[in-house]
C-alpha cells in the first residue's frame, strides 16, 4: 500500500458525526456569517473581521471551490457567490461534499431553533441518515415550565427519559455551561431535588442552573444506558473554562458502575489530553475533538495527532459540531480527514506502524467506534 492509498483510504471513509446541529433555512448577513464562524457573541474591533482567522482562511481555502470559485477567493466574492446560489443549493453541495453517512443531531435549545432545518429537511439537503440526541437541560426546563406539581419533578423527569429512550440514540448534558465539573459527584436524593425545584420555581427561573438539579438529570440520563454527551472545554463566553476542565469529572466517573451509560467528551480542547486520559483509565469515556478542530483550521492537525496519544483507538470519535452553516460541516470533514491523514502517515513512514493498522485505526475512528457505541446497526 503508498503513501497515496493510505490517503485515498481516509478520503473515501464515510464518517459518522456523533454531535453536531442542523443548518440555517435561510440566507444571511455579511456579519451574521462572521458571527457564526465564532464562538464570540461580541462585534470584531471596528476595523477587522473575525475572519481573518484560521476558520475563515480554512472557509477560503475549502469552501470557495466548493461553490465554484478558486480556491482563496475573498470573503466578499466567496458572500456573493453564496447569495447567487441561494442557501439551498449552498447547503447542498457543502454537507454532501463532506462525505457522512451517519449524522447525530442535538436537538436541544442555544436559541434560534425554529430557524433550523427539521431533522427529515436536512436529510434530503445532506443526502444521509439523521439520530437524534436530546438534550437533558432542555427536558428538564420543559418538564419546569409544565404545571407537574414540584414534587412530583424527579420522578416525571425519569418518566420522560423512559419516553424518549426508545426515540433517540444519546443524551446530552451542558453542566460545563450551567455550573462546571466541579460538581458534588454523588447522586442527590429526591427530596434535595424537590427542595432545588422549588427554589427555582419560586425564583421564577426557567434557565436551569441549580447544582443539585443539573447533577439530578445527568444522574437520569446515565441511568438510561444510551450515550451520554457533555459539553467539554472551549465554547462561548458563556461557560468558564477553568472549570470546564474533565479532569474535574474523575470523582463522579469512578462513581459509574457498568449499567451507566458511556460517557462522551465532545470537543474537549485545549483539555484533549486530558480527555485522551480520561479514555484511558475510565471503560466508560469516549471523546472527540468537534468544535476545536474548524475553529483551528490549518492547525487542527496538531489537535488531531494529541487525540491519537494516550487514548485506545477504539475511543476517539468524529463530530464536526457545525451550527447553522453547512460551512461548519464541510470543513469539519474535510479538516478531519486531511489531520488524520497526516498524523497516521507519520506513523507509517517512521516504520512505528504497518499500513493495514492505519487504515483500521482510520475506520474506528470514523466510524465504527460511533456505530459500536450508539449501536447504530441494532435495527430501530
Ligand atoms: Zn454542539
Known amino acids: 500500500m503508498s503513501e497515496q492509498t493510505l490517503a485515498d483510504r481516509i478520503e473515501s471513509m464515510p464518517l459518522v458525526d456523533h454531535h453536531m446541529h442542523s443548518v440555517l433555512q435561510r440566507g444571511v448577513s455579511k456579519l451574521e456569517f462572521e458571527q457564526l464562524l465564532t464562538e464570540s457573541a461580541e462585534p470584531?474591533?471596528?476595523?477587522?473581521?473575525?475572519?481573518d482567522s484560521q476558520v475563515g482562511f480554512a472557509l477560503r481555502r475549502h469552501c470557495a471551490p466548493l461553490l465554484g470559485l478558486e480556491p482563496f477567493a475573498s470573503v466578499s466574492e466567496y458572500l456573493e457567490r453564496r447569495d447567487q446560489l441561494g442557501h439551498e443549493e449552498v447547503a447542498r453541495r457543502l454537507l454532501r461534499s463532506a462525505g457522512v453517512s451517519t449524522s447525530l443531531v442535538d436537538t436541544g435549545t442555544v436559541g434560534g431553533e425554529s430557524e433550523l432545518a427539521t431533522n427529515a429537511e436536512f436529510e434530503l439537503l445532506a443526502s444521509h441518515q439523521t439520530f437524534e440526541i436530546a438534550r437533558l437541560?432542555?427536558?428538564?426546563?420543559?418538564?419546569?415550565?409544565s404545571s407537574t406539581p414540584d414534587e412530583n419533578f424527579?420522578?416525571?423527569?425519569?418518566?420522560?427519559?423512559?419516553?424518549?429512550?426508545?426515540?433517540?440514540?444519546?443524551?446530552?448534558s451542558i453542566i460545563a455551561y450551567r455550573y462546571g465539573f466541579d460538581f458534588t459527584p454523588e447522586r442527590p436524593s429526591d427530596e434535595e431535588v424537590i427542595e432545588a425545584v422549588r427554589t427555582l420555581n419560586a425564583d421564577g427561573r426557567t434557565r436551569l442552573s441549580h447544582p443539585d438539579v443539573l447533577r439530578f438529570i445527568l444522574w437520569a440520563g446515565v441511568d438510561t444506558g444510551l450515550p451520554?454527551?457533555?459539553?467539554?472545554?472551549?465554547?462561548?463566553?458563556?461557560l468558564n473554562l477553568s472549570r470546564c476542565n474533565p479532569a474535574l469529572l474523575m470523582p463522579w466517573l469512578r462513581l459509574l458502575t457498568k449499567d451507566n451509560s458511556p460517557i462522551m467528551l465532545l470537543h474537549c480542547y485545549p483539555f484533549q489530553r486530558e480527555a485522551g486520559y480520561l479514555a484511558q483509565v475510565f471503560s466508560r469515556v469516549y471523546?472527540?475533538?468537534?468544535?476545536?478542530?474548524?475553529?483551528s483550521g490549518a492547525a487542527s492537525s496538531a489537535i488531531i495527532r494529541e487525540g491519537l496519544e494516550l487514548a485506545p483507538f477504539t475511543k476517539l470519535l468524529y463530530s464536526s459540531d457545525a451550527w447553522g452553516l453547512p460551512e461548519l460541516h464541510a470543513l469539519g470533514a474535510r479538516l478531519w480527514r486531511s489531520g488524520l491523514t497526516s498524523a497516521l502517515l507519520e506513523f507509517v513512514n517512521r516504520g512505528e506502524w504497518c499500513e493495514a493498522d492505519a487504515v483500521r485505526?482510520?475506520?474506528?475512528?470514523?466510524?465504527?467506534n460511533a456505530r459500536r457505541v450508539?449501536?447504530?446497526?441494532?435495527?430501530?
Open 374 to 380: 450508539y449501536g447504530l446497526d441494532v435495527t430501530r
Open 44 to 51: 470584531p474591533p471596528t476595523g477587522t473581521t473575525h475572519l
Open 228 to 238: 451520554v454527551q457533555l459539553h467539554v472545554g472551549y465554547g462561548d463566553a458563556d
Open 287 to 295: 471523546f472527540d475533538l468537534g468544535l476545536g478542530i474548524n475553529y
Open 361 to 368: 485505526v482510520a475506520a474506528l475512528v470514523c466510524t465504527e
Open 154 to 172: 424527579p420522578q416525571a423527569f425519569r418518566d420522560i427519559l423512559l419516553t424518549t429512550s426508545g426515540l433517540v440514540v444519546g443524551y446530552k
Open 137 to 145: 437541560e432542555s427536558l428538564a426546563e420543559t418538564l419546569l415550565l
